[in-house]
Protein backbone atom coordinates (compact mmCIF):
# COMPACT_ATOMS: atom_id res chain seq x y z
CA UNK A 1 0.00 0.00 0.00
CA UNK A 2 1.37 3.45 -1.09
CA UNK A 3 1.52 6.40 0.74
CA UNK A 4 -0.02 9.64 1.15
CA UNK A 5 1.76 12.63 -0.62
CA UNK A 6 0.97 14.40 2.82
CA UNK A 7 2.08 11.51 4.73
CA UNK A 8 5.46 11.07 2.75
CA UNK A 9 6.44 14.96 3.74
CA UNK A 10 5.28 14.48 7.17
CA UNK A 11 7.56 11.60 7.51
CA UNK A 12 10.02 13.57 5.96
CA UNK A 13 10.33 15.90 8.72
CA UNK A 14 9.65 13.94 11.59
CA UNK A 15 13.26 13.55 12.01
CA UNK A 16 14.34 17.12 12.08
CA UNK A 17 11.75 18.06 14.79
CA UNK A 18 14.42 16.76 17.41
CA UNK A 19 16.83 19.84 16.04
CA UNK A 20 14.60 22.50 14.28
CA UNK A 21 13.51 24.48 17.02
CA UNK A 22 16.99 25.05 18.56
CA UNK A 23 18.77 25.36 14.69
CA UNK A 24 18.44 29.17 14.91
CA UNK A 25 20.19 29.14 18.09
CA UNK A 26 23.44 27.05 16.29
CA UNK A 27 22.96 29.81 13.45
CA UNK A 28 23.57 32.58 15.97
CA UNK A 29 26.41 30.58 17.85
CA UNK A 30 28.07 30.28 14.63
CA UNK A 31 27.48 34.03 14.04
CA UNK A 32 29.48 35.08 17.55
CA UNK A 33 31.89 32.41 16.77
CA UNK A 34 32.61 34.14 13.22
CA UNK A 35 32.63 37.66 14.82
CA UNK A 36 35.19 36.39 17.69
CA UNK A 37 37.50 34.93 14.91
CA UNK A 38 37.62 38.04 13.00
CA UNK A 39 38.55 40.61 16.24
CA UNK A 40 40.81 38.12 16.88
CA UNK A 41 42.41 37.70 13.57
CA UNK A 42 41.82 40.98 12.53
CA UNK A 43 40.24 39.70 9.00
CA UNK A 44 37.45 40.37 7.22
CA UNK A 45 36.10 37.41 6.34
CA UNK A 46 35.12 35.15 9.70
CA UNK A 47 32.93 38.79 10.31
CA UNK A 48 31.40 37.90 6.13
CA UNK A 49 30.46 34.83 7.47
CA UNK A 50 29.36 35.81 11.06
CA UNK A 51 27.03 38.52 9.22
CA UNK A 52 25.69 35.67 7.04
CA UNK A 53 25.15 33.08 9.50
CA UNK A 54 23.31 35.74 11.77
CA UNK A 55 20.82 36.86 9.38
CA UNK A 56 20.05 33.52 8.50
CA UNK A 57 19.44 32.87 12.85
CA UNK A 58 17.24 35.58 13.18
CA UNK A 59 15.09 35.12 10.07
CA UNK A 60 14.93 31.29 10.65
CA UNK A 61 13.80 31.61 14.63
CA UNK A 62 10.39 30.93 14.15
CA UNK A 63 10.87 27.76 11.32
CA UNK A 64 11.87 25.49 13.67
CA UNK A 65 9.40 25.98 16.08
CA UNK A 66 6.53 25.93 13.89
CA UNK A 67 7.98 22.32 12.06
CA UNK A 68 7.82 20.90 15.72
CA UNK A 69 3.84 22.32 16.50
CA UNK A 70 2.90 21.04 12.60
CA UNK A 71 4.11 17.80 13.35
CA UNK A 72 2.64 17.16 17.09
CA UNK A 73 -0.75 19.22 15.83
CA UNK A 74 -0.57 16.40 12.89
CA UNK A 75 -0.29 13.56 15.96
CA UNK A 76 -2.62 14.51 18.15
CA UNK A 77 -5.49 17.02 17.17
CA UNK A 78 -8.55 17.05 15.25
CA UNK A 79 -8.35 19.10 11.69
CA UNK A 80 -11.15 21.32 11.20
CA UNK A 81 -12.22 21.87 6.96
CA UNK A 82 -11.51 24.86 5.24
CA UNK A 83 -10.10 26.71 2.06
CA UNK A 84 -6.29 27.43 1.74
CA UNK A 85 -5.89 30.05 -0.96
CA UNK A 86 -2.35 30.35 -2.28
CA UNK A 87 -0.39 33.25 -3.83
CA UNK A 88 2.81 32.85 -5.44
CA UNK A 89 4.98 35.85 -5.79
CA UNK A 90 8.07 35.53 -8.73
CA UNK A 91 11.34 37.35 -8.22
CA UNK A 92 13.63 38.53 -11.08
CA UNK A 93 15.87 35.78 -9.37
CA UNK A 94 13.80 32.97 -10.43
CA UNK A 95 12.82 32.38 -6.52
CA UNK A 96 8.85 32.25 -5.85
CA UNK A 97 7.72 33.11 -2.52
CA UNK A 98 4.64 31.12 -1.06
CA UNK A 99 2.01 32.51 0.92
CA UNK A 100 -1.34 30.90 1.85
CA UNK A 101 -4.75 32.49 3.42
CA UNK A 102 -6.26 29.85 5.75
CA UNK A 103 -10.51 30.24 5.86
CA UNK A 104 -12.81 28.55 7.81
CA UNK A 105 -16.40 29.26 8.58
CA UNK A 106 -16.74 30.81 11.99
CA UNK A 107 -13.15 31.95 12.03
CA UNK A 108 -10.48 34.25 11.43
CA UNK A 109 -9.01 34.33 8.22
CA UNK A 110 -4.70 33.65 8.80
CA UNK A 111 -2.32 34.26 6.04
CA UNK A 112 0.92 33.15 6.20
CA UNK A 113 4.45 32.26 4.03
CA UNK A 114 5.38 28.80 3.74
CA UNK A 115 7.60 26.69 1.93
CA UNK A 116 6.40 23.98 -0.36
CA UNK A 117 7.86 20.48 1.14
CA UNK A 118 7.90 18.13 -1.96
CA UNK A 119 5.06 19.67 -3.88
CA UNK A 120 4.86 22.26 -6.48
CA UNK A 121 1.67 24.50 -5.65
CA UNK A 122 -0.50 26.82 -8.04
CA UNK A 123 -1.65 29.99 -6.88
CA UNK A 124 -5.58 28.68 -6.48
CA UNK A 125 -7.40 27.81 -3.59
CA UNK A 126 -7.63 24.05 -2.27
CA UNK A 127 -9.78 22.78 -0.05
CA UNK A 128 -8.05 21.56 2.96
CA UNK A 129 -7.62 19.98 6.55
CA UNK A 130 -6.52 22.65 9.10
CA UNK A 131 -5.04 22.03 12.80
CA UNK A 132 -5.09 25.05 15.36
CA UNK A 133 -3.28 25.89 17.89
CA UNK A 134 -6.61 26.35 20.00
CA UNK A 135 -10.48 27.15 18.59
CA UNK A 136 -9.75 30.20 17.86
CA UNK A 137 -5.90 30.55 17.41
CA UNK A 138 -3.25 30.60 14.66
CA UNK A 139 -2.96 27.59 11.97
CA UNK A 140 -0.08 25.27 12.72
CA UNK A 141 -0.58 23.31 9.34
CA UNK A 142 -2.86 23.15 6.74
CA UNK A 143 -2.94 19.90 4.21
CA UNK A 144 -4.00 19.75 0.88
CA UNK A 145 -4.56 16.58 -1.26
CA UNK A 146 -0.97 17.67 -2.74
CA UNK A 147 1.01 18.75 0.32
CA UNK A 148 1.55 20.53 3.34
CA UNK A 149 1.94 23.94 4.18
CA UNK A 150 3.73 24.79 7.59
CA UNK A 151 4.07 28.47 8.57
CA UNK A 152 7.38 29.65 7.91
CA UNK A 153 6.67 32.56 10.32
CA UNK A 154 4.07 33.64 12.76
CA UNK A 155 0.95 33.71 10.84
CA UNK A 156 -1.02 37.44 10.29
CA UNK A 157 -4.54 37.85 11.74
CA UNK A 158 -6.46 38.68 8.12
CA UNK A 159 -10.28 39.39 9.01
CA UNK A 160 -11.73 38.96 11.80
CA UNK A 161 -15.44 37.45 10.64
CA UNK A 162 -16.99 37.22 14.42
CA UNK A 163 -17.27 41.06 14.75
CA UNK A 164 -21.00 41.20 15.08
CA UNK A 165 -21.11 43.98 17.88
CA UNK A 166 -22.94 46.24 15.80
CA UNK A 167 -21.24 49.34 16.84
Not at 116 to 131: C, E, H, V
Request: with cysteine; net charge negative.
Amino acid sequence: MSTSPVETQIARLRPTAIFAPHIHKWFLAGAAIGLLAAIVLWHPWPLMIAFFLGVVGFSEQRAGPNILSAILAYDCDNPTEGTVTVEITSWSDGNDTYHATVSEICHSDWKYQFIPQGWQPASRSYSAKIWRSDTEGRPLLAVVDEGILIPRYDPELVVSRDDTSGQ
